[in-house]
């Protein structure tokens, strides 16, 4: 039900945008939570985006780097990254979230629906 793409390989410094379409559920009704995983380590919530759109969150590596959007009309979660370090290396997903009001949990447990992972490669 969700699909992510937009991975790749990039210089450290460059950009790259994923993207993440929706089919059976409108991305209105959820909250959208991008997480990255890298192994050994568990997943972590990136940045997300509440259900209103309102709100967002990202934790503090990639603040004033990573962008989270969305385009309501296609359906589509962005996650646009900018300044991209080695350190950002990693498998990408996008994660939809029931959220009754528009909190963004932090917790992977706590989405239901998971998009296939994309692959980020920064290279030093």
């Known amino acids: 039900q969700l699909q992510a793409c937009g991975g790749g390989l990039v210089q450290a410094g460059g950009s790259l945008r994923l993207s993440c379409a929706a089919s059976?559920?409108?991305?209105?009704?959820?909250?959208t939570g991008w997480f990255r995983q890298v192994p050994g380590k568990e997943r972590e919530l990136v940045g997300g985006?509440?259900?209103?759109?309102?709100?967002?969150y990202y934790i503090a590596s990639v603040k004033g780097r990573f962008t989270v959007s969305r385009d309501i009309a296609k359906n589509t979660v962005f996650l646009q990254m900018n300044s991209l370090k080695p350190e950002d290396t990693a498998v990408y997903y996008c994660?939809?979230?029931?959220?009754?009001?528009?909190?963004?949990?932090?917790?992977?447990?706590?989405?239901?629906?998971w998009g296939q992972g994309t692959h980020v490669t920064v290279s030093s």
């Open positions: 994660a939809a979230s029931i959220v009754s009001n528009d909190y963004i949990p932090i917790l992977s447990a706590s989405y239901e629906y």
């Open positions: 059976g559920h409108t991305f209105s009704n959820h909250c």
């Open positions: 985006i509440s259900r209103s759109g309102q709100r967002t």
